[in-house]
């Protein structure tokens, strides 16, 4: 019994809640005619549309064409002047040279020439070190094909030197880890 009253209860509890919908109100022809767009005007807004979105396209390929130039350019130029920086770092050796000729032509003590000779080979060094080159080192080295390009082969003395680098006839380069030049050598077998 308890049971059937809370159920009436809740039934009443929802009969309550429950509102009634609100009476549609009925729209005229003629306010449903003004409500909705006429096809002239449906075509007015879609021609409208079409203008704005066909002037944003026109819009993103110049400036696209604009980006594509303005790349090519700045491509260009590095090329073009890419190695100004190391020039400019090269130019005092240059200078160093011309004058060791100079001295070159009036000294006697050929102790003197050589140890100037040698301090702008240093000098060079340092620029290009600096500027990311190495020398590939082939000093009783194993032979790498990566770096060497073996010119000869040589029976090697001792067995030790099977597959080593047994002189070097041309100096190989790196910059910046990426071989430049291979080292010319000869490899002992």
């Known amino acids: 019994m308890k049971e059937e009253k809370k159920d009436e209860e809740l039934k009443d509890n929802m009969q309550e809640k429950v509102e009634e919908p609100a009476a549609e109100t009925e729209q005229t022809p003629q306010e449903k005619e003004e409500k909705e767009p006429t096809v002239e005007e449906q075509l007015e807004a879609a021609n409208t549309e079409i203008a704005s979105l066909k002037d944003q396209l026109l819009r993103k390929i110049a400036e696209f064409d604009n980006y594509r130039k303005r790349t090519i350019k700045e491509k260009t130029d590095l090329i073009l002047n890419g190695g100004e920086k190391t020039i400019v770092t090269i ?41 990311g080159v190495s020398v590939i080192d082939t000093k009783e080295a194993d032979f790498d094909v990566d770096i060497h390009e073996a010119v000869a082969q040589l029976p090697a003395p001792t067995p030790e030197l099977k597959g080593k680098v ?21 490899v002992g077998v």
């Open 91 to 131: 130019l005092p050796v240059l200078d160093d040279m011309e004058r060791a000729l100079k001295n070159m032509k009036s000294a006697d003590d050929v102790n003197a020439v050589l140890e100037g000779v040698e301090l702008i080979y240093k000098k060079f060094m340092d620029i290009l070190a600096k500027q």
């Open 166 to 186: 047994m002189d070097c006839t041309q100096t190989g380069y790196k910059l910046n880890d990426k071989v430049i030049r291979h080292a010319q050598v000869v």
